[in-house]
């Protein structure tokens, strides 16, 4: 055997196994090196810490950043709106034509004629009698109380001619006065005069008093009775015992409710209350009819109205015994 080849042989072997270990310790050392570059500041040691217990080297966490993907939108196609098309609107119809209202100009108003004053007649201190004729021989109709008033018609010789309950009758032209048509006044306004029917009242019971007799005491029916004859004779323009429609005093005081055997009345025109007293207290006996009625003894109740048509007023009073 040939020694040199074999000798040949391991030196090669050993060159090659020489040459790797060289690379194997190279390599260490190279990591060493790094090692030791990239480490960080060192920690105190335990004697100068103080606690003996060398800290562990602290670890720097690098943040790491992840790339995400971006997530892109995609818009979710809508159902497509129908389209608003403009849709016809209704025309209303057209308002009826109004008729044209009248202008507010105020018209001018005919005024009526004045009414013609109407003549009447007004009677005497003594009064007067109704007859259907021109002559004491007609038939007595009814009686006017003095200073009573109607309306004048005419005149046939010595009698007048009045309007009497609607009818034409005659009164002794010589009792009465006719008022002429340029004299009259129209009545204005008929209605009742409470203070003046309370004052008439109290001028009655005076009377009564000054002779020794009993207050007479207030009825109202028998008021009531009073007044629709007050008011009945001012619209005829007429004083009389006598209503309109034939009543006599006994039916007029029934009407109001009013029972009684027996009743008086008595009726004046005036200018006051105080006037109707006058005249009524005026009379002397034996032709004292109103005065007698005042001062009656056998009457205890008493109604009384004062009724105005125009300047004229109209005093009734009634008296009665329930």
């Not at 609607?166 to 032209?173: N, P, Q, S």
Request: overall charge negative; glycine content about 8%; hydrophobic content about 35%.
């Amino acid at each position: 055997m040939d020694r040199s080849l074999f000798s040949r042989q391991n030196w090669k072997r050993d060159g090659l196994m020489v040459l790797g270990w060289l690379l194997v310790v190279g390599l260490a050392v190279a990591l060493v090196w790094y090692s030791f570059r990239n480490e960080p500041a060192a920690s105190p040691s335990a004697d100068e810490s103080g606690d003996g217990v060398t800290p562990r080297p602290q670890l720097t966490a690098s943040p790491t950043y992840v790339l995400l993907p971006t997530a892109t939108l995609t818009p979710t196609p809508q159902p497509a709106l129908p389209s608003a098309t403009p849709q016809p609107t209704a025309i209303p119809p057209s308002p009826t034509p109004q008729p044209a209202l009248p202008s507010a100009t105020p018209q001018p108003t005919a005024i009526p004629p004045s009414p013609t004053p109407t003549p009447y007649i007004v009677a005497g201190a003594d009064g007067v009698n109704v007859r259907t004729g021109p002559g004491t021989t007609y038939e007595q109709l009814g009686y006017i109380d003095p200073e009573g008033q109607a309306e004048y018609v005419g005149a046939e010789g010595d009698w007048v001619q009045i309007r009497y309950n609607g009818e034409i009758a005659y009164v002794y032209g010589p009792l009465v006065t006719i008022v002429e048509a340029q004299q009259a006044e129209a009545p204005a306004q008929t209605g009742e005069i409470v203070a003046w029917t309370e004052e008439l009242s109290q001028l009655i019971n005076q009377q009564r008093a000054a002779q020794g007799l009993p207050a007479y005491t207030y009825n109202e029916q028998l008021k009531q009775a009073a007044l629709l004859h007050a008011l009945d004779c001012a619209e005829r323009g007429e004083l009389t015992h006598t209503g309109s429609d034939g009543s006599t005093l006994s039916m007029r005081v029934s009407r109001a409710g009013y029972s009684s055997a027996n009743v008086l009345e008595i009726t004046a025109t005036g200018p006051s209350p105080q006037s109707a007293m006058e005249w009524w207290m005026g009379e002397t006996s034996p032709d004292d009819p109103h005065r007698s009625h005042i001062l009656s003894a056998s009457m205890t109740e008493m109604g009384v109205a004062v009724v105005a048509a125009g300047s004229t007023y109209y005093f009734v009073a009634v008296f009665g015994q329930p």
